[in-house]
């Protein structure tokens, strides 16, 4: 007996009938309404699980689906840039971010790594402190907005702590803020270079927000071999594997096994000195073309 | 840091296994802190104990305090740590002294030996939380922890995670299993020792020289149970029991009173009888539909039943001014009896489902008169949607199901929690988000189950002795107004009167709007104004005791970011209230009163570095005037101002 069924049997749950799974398991692009560049992705629920081994740190406050992004918008509107970034989970605010300083919520964190022209030899290919990931050198990324819960001085200050080389990649957005399931963003226009143009690519990285981050980190968590209080499961103790819960993927096929092969492609073997190359490649996803 | 060699490092020595210390990942931080008052305190505490001045509590002083955590991994399965912080309560002028002044070295006639007596200035490092974590090859269990938490895994209805401010972590032993695949069937359940500061009648449990009645709180316990399942992935459910014990030897054994002789029985051992036991069960659930997604609806129905066994705890209601965080509930026979209550609350959040940006969340509430989660949050959490009474403009809170709130160890720019037994009513709230701009308009009328003509608050029922009067939360002080000596309102605590037919109408409207980014420094403009209305007839045969409470806060900031760096804020509030007899006594009358308040606050935040820098100083003018036939006015002209420095690596 599945458990859908087993629980519609045992315990006469007659109400929740209807609230299974509704969600395509495949990743890609809705027909956006809106001004050019409004760009609407859909990523399967579910898939909240890193290469397919990470499990969540064993806290109350991480509740299940709060990394599982199942929907990515770009919304244009004037001179500012609206990025919703919605979870299979209403966001929570259980650490009181307004006591220092924060957005109105706790745990998540999202990293929006953008490539605005899908040049080789043009932007970054390596990911984010903390984040355990590359990108491909046609893929680069150009440009990065941080939704965080921390305050943007904080933020700030990591970026100049770990990320110096790419602050002027680096956006921290004008306003970050959460509602019902969508982690929100508004940024300048101006920052991102100008309006976002059809032809660029996006990546959003799950992760989670971490007050109290390893040297290297950007404010992300760790994974880990086995699953904490406060850090996620089923990776490495080590740095190679992909510190990201949840990835976009592109268009067609099964986005969920899609994303574990590519989070799955790192180099086991790396331990204590970690090589670029040692890290997963992840992909950019051209909405537009 | 990182890990080195986790395999390697491990080394079995005769049986034991032990991690190397290139396994450790260190966690260090310095927290210092700068408060001045134009007051005569010193230390660094605004609020210290309420009852008994401690000798931390002050105003004007630096201090410093560092913590170390460690981890270690042993295995894959096996990983401890432990936390270490120094003792709070040196300010940086006693640098040389341990403790306290000797008491013949006091200010009167004392020398300048700098001898001291105690260690409660030493800054002493002090262990205050070790544990380990293991996963046994055990079926259905996942880990196992013995040692510290926070007790995070519980709830706020049952056993609350422990306050920052209580410093060290509680203790126990948990088991978190998995009963059913695919988190069909999930369970925690733990055993935890109960402070014996707070943690029952008389908030203790077993102090002698604080309760004549009761000696022994080595024994005593909290066992608590959590089933959690997600039958489908739009539901959650989570079930949890509360089981708290406190222990106390049989006065009576004869073995305690009298020769060990076995003629009376006496045969060298002892029973043990309840002092006190409570039950706080909870069922809650998340429904949050695919279709339509921009639903979620939560609901949690809650029950506690409190016994307190007279002969071994000092009725504190009767005995204590009515400061108890238990009911001494007896039946019609006088025979004591458990104080028991249910709750209910469910809330629906539509989040933006025309896609215009305007969300709507709407909350039910219905607290009984008697719910009272002994071993709930106290503070740092919020189980209602309302903004509630005691929120103003710079000041935040909370609302909590406890007797037990602790509004102490804190400091005056820090949220203030309220008591919301008995509370029953709704909360609708509208928010609007359009870009960068973010409004939000509240209403929330509360009835009270609490409400009742002539409750015996004599021998039952903790009134906390201040009842009405809305809350001052800017004016508590660090020196011996425990006993309201400033005539602060009502204390957040205070839910049952002897005479109380009650209603509250709050209604909250507020904004944020950044200016445009072509104005340097990211201006961000924000704007709140609350209105209370809070009634209570008192004695209803009685129509000159009516309390008629009327709250206008009005509250506007300016933040700017100059740099990445920095962030300032700027910020005025004006509070009046209007009270009608809000003070006296049904023989002796009750008076008007009213009170403006002004506030001004000034604040910084630096960020560079991994360092952290905050800053606030604060102005506030009050006036409090009140009827000359019976009290003087008051005035108040407080400024002061709190830093703190920060470093963590």
């Not at chain 1, 109290?212 to 880990?224: A, E, G």
């Not at chain 2, 432990?82 to 002044?101: C, P, T, V």
């Not at chain 2, 720019?413 to 939000?440: C, Q, S």
């Amino acid at each position: 007996m599945d458990k859908h069924n087993f629980w519609l049997a045992s315990l006469l749950l007659a109400g929740a009938c209807g609230g299974g799974s509704a969600a395509s398991s495949q990743g890609g692009a809705a027909k956006p309404a809106g001004p050019a560049g409004t760009v609407k992705l859909a990523d399967p629920s579910g898939d909240d699980d890193g290469p397919g081994t990470y499990k969540y740190p064993t806290d109350a406050v991480y509740t299940p689906g709060s990394f599982d992004m199942t929907e990515f918008e770009v919304v244009p509107s004037g001179d500012t840039v609206e990025f919703h970034v919605k979870v299979d989970a209403k966001i929570e605010d259980p650490w009181d971010s307004a006591a220092w300083g924060g957005n109105g919520f706790s745990v998540q964190m999202a990293f929006i790594m953008i490539d605005t022209d899908h040049k080789a030899g043009s932007g970054v290919l390596d990911g984010l402190p903390g984040t355990n990931v590359r990108f491909a050198d046609a893929e680069a990324w150009d440009r990065a907005v941080i939704i965080s819960p921390q305050g943007p001085t904080r933020v700030n200050s990591e970026i100049e702590l770990k990320a110096a080389q790419w602050k002027d990649r680096i956006i921290v957005p004008r306003i970050t803020r959460a509602s019902g399931r969508t982690l929100i963003a508004v940024v300048d226009t101006a920052a991102l270079g100008g309006p976002p143009q059809s032809t660029w690519g996006y990546q959003v990285l799950m992760q989670s927000n971490e007050g109290f981050p390893d040297k290297t980190d950007l404010l992300t968590r760790k994974v880990n071999e086995s699953e904490g209080q406060h850090r996620f499961g089923g990776g490495t103790d080590y740095d190679a594997d992909p510190h990201v819960i949840d990835i976009l993927v592109p268009a067609g096929g099964d986005a969920k096994a899609k994303q574990h092969e590519i989070l799955s492609k790192y180099n086991k073997a790396a331990t204590e000195t970690v090589k670029p190359e040692d890290r997963a490649v992840v992909p950019m996803v051209y909405p537009g073309t | 840091m990182r890990r080195l060699g986790v395999v390697a490092g491990v080394l079995l020595v005769g049986g034991v296994a032990r991690g190397d210390i290139g396994n450790f990942d260190l966690a260090g931080k310095m927290y210092t802190k700068f408060m001045y008052q134009n007051d005569d305190t010193m230390g660094c505490l605004s609020l210290s104990n309420p009852f008994w001045v401690d000798n931390i509590g002050g105003h004007n002083g630096v201090c410093t305090e560092f913590e170390l955590g460690i981890k270690g991994s042993i295995g894959k399965s096996v990983t401890a740590g432990a936390r270490l912080q120094s003792r709070w309560g040196s300010i940086w002028q006693d640098w040389w002294e341990n403790g306290d002044l000797k008491p013949s070295v006091g200010l009167s006639g004392g020398d300048t030996s700098g001898e001291s007596l105690g260690m409660n200035h030493a800054q002493y490092i002090k262990l205050r939380g070790v544990w380990a974590r293991f996963a046994p090859p055990i079926p259905t269990v996942k880990w196992v922890t013995v040692g510290s938490t926070d007790f995070s895994m519980w709830n706020e209805w049952t056993i609350g995670k422990a306050r920052y401010i209580d410093r060290d972590n509680g203790n126990g032993i948990f088991v978190e299993g998995e009963a059913m695949d695919d988190d069909l069937l999930n369970y925690t359940v733990g055993a935890l020792a109960l402070p014996k500061l707070w943690g029952g009648p008389g908030w203790q449990t077993g102090i002698a020289f604080n309760d004549p009645l009761a000696r022994v709180y080595s024994t005593d316990w909290a066992f608590a149970a959590k089933l959690e399942s997600r039958p489908m992935d739009a539901l959650r459910l989570k079930l949890i029991g509360a089981w708290l014990q406190d222990w106390e030897p049989d006065r009576y054994s004869p073995f305690l009173t009298g020769a060990p002789s076995a003629d009376r029985g006496a045969d060298h051992s002892v029973a043990w009888v309840s002092r006190f036991h409570g039950l706080n069960v909870t069922l809650d659930g998340v429904w949050s539909p695919d279709a339509p997604e921009w639903l979620v609806v939560t609901g949690l129905l809650a029950a506690s039943s409190n016994y307190v066994n007279p002969d071994y705890a000092t009725n504190l209601v009767k005995q204590g001014q009515g400061f108890s965080p238990v009911l001494f509930v007896v039946d019609e026979n006088g025979n004591p009896v458990s104080a028991q209550g249910l709750a209910g609350v469910v809330r629906a959040e539509l989040s933006d489902p025309l896609d215009i940006g305007l969300s709507l969340k709407a909350e039910y509430f219905n607290i009984g008169s008697e719910y009272n989660a002994v071993m709930g949050a106290r503070r740092e959490a919020d189980v209602l949607l309302t903004d509630g009474i005691i929120t103003t403009g710079f000041g935040r809170g909370g609302q909590l199901p406890t007797l037990n709130i602790a509004n102490e160890f804190v400091d005056w720019d820090e949220p203030w929690y309220e008591n919301v037994i008995g509370w029953h009513g709704g909360t609708g709230v509208l928010e609007y988000l359009r870009g960068t701009f973010k409004a939000m308009a509240e209403y929330t009328f509360i009835g009270y189950n609490t409400d009742m003509q002539n409750r015996d608050t004599e021998n039952q029922y903790p009134d906390f002795l201040y009842t009405n009067g809305f809350t001052d939360t800017y004016t508590f002080t660090a020196d011996q107004d425990y006993a309201n000596k400033y005539d602060r309102g009502k204390d957040p605590r205070s839910v049952y009167a002897q005479w109380q037919e009650r209603t509250t109408h709050i209604a909250v409207v507020s904004a944020s709007y950044p200016l445009p980014s072509v104005i340097p420094a990211k201006p961000i403009l924000g704007f709140k104004y609350k209105f209370v209305n809070d009634l209570d007839e008192r004695q209803l045969e009685n129509a000159n005791d009516d309390y008629d409470g009327t709250m206008h806060l009005a509250y506007a900031s300016l933040s700017l970011q100059p740099t990445n760096e920095l962030k300032t804020n700027l910020g005025y509030e004006y509070t009046f209230w209007d009270e009608k007899k809000r003070n006296g006594t049904q023989t002796g009358g009750y008076y008007d009163a009213e009170t403006q308040r002004h506030t001004f606050r000034a604040g910084l935040s630096y960020a560079f570095g991994g360092i952290l820098f905050t800053y606030n100083l604060e102005y506030f003018h009050k006036d409090l005037q009140r009827d000359p036939a019976a009290y003087y006015n008051m005035v108040w002209n407080v400024w002061r101002a709190k830093g703190t420095f920060e470093v963590a690596f």
